[in-house]
């Protein structure tokens, strides 16, 4: 893919912690950590778009012996059908559960979805991370 040079300027200060800090996360060059706090900036604006198209992975922990949560899981997993592409549930211990849902469709209905989800009797911590389709 052919790129384009651009020359940006900074302050002597701010590139010394800069450069510290890419190094620290394993960057070879500045050119690639630029591009990927650029190509962040650019998701963290389009899932601000309600009309977006998402993708992502829903997190929940949960009790399973609180408020019938399984019987509710499956219902509104079985109601989401268009947006739930792929379920996996782990057994963390006698009570507890890790679940993971991976999801995709309309970013405003994705978001929605997850609260719903979270807000369920039971679920001790649900995380939501999602990313455009269009970057």
Avoid: W
Avoid at 12 to 20: I, R, V
Avoid at 58 to 83: A, F, P, S, V
């Amino acid at each position: 893919m052919p790129v384009e040079r651009v020359g940006v300027s900074f302050e002597p200060e701010l590139l010394q912690k800069f450069d510290a800090l890419i190094k620290k996360m394993g960057y070879t060059n500045r050119s690639e950590a630029i591009r990927d706090l650029i190509r962040k900036e650019i998701v963290e604006s389009a899932i601000k778009q309600e009309e977006c198209e998402v993708i992502g992975t829903l997190t929940i922990m949960y009790d399973h012996h609180e408020g019938n949560i399984l019987e509710k899981l499956i219902h509104l997993e079985h109601q989401h059908n268009d947006e739930i592409s792929f379920t996996t549930h782990i057994h963390i211990d006698a009570h507890n559960c890790l679940e993971i849902i991976i999801l995709r469709g309309n970013n405003k209905q994705v978001k929605q979805l997850a609260e719903h989800v979270r807000s369920l009797k039971g679920v001790k911590h649900g995380d939501l991370s999602i990313t455009t389709l269009s970057i």
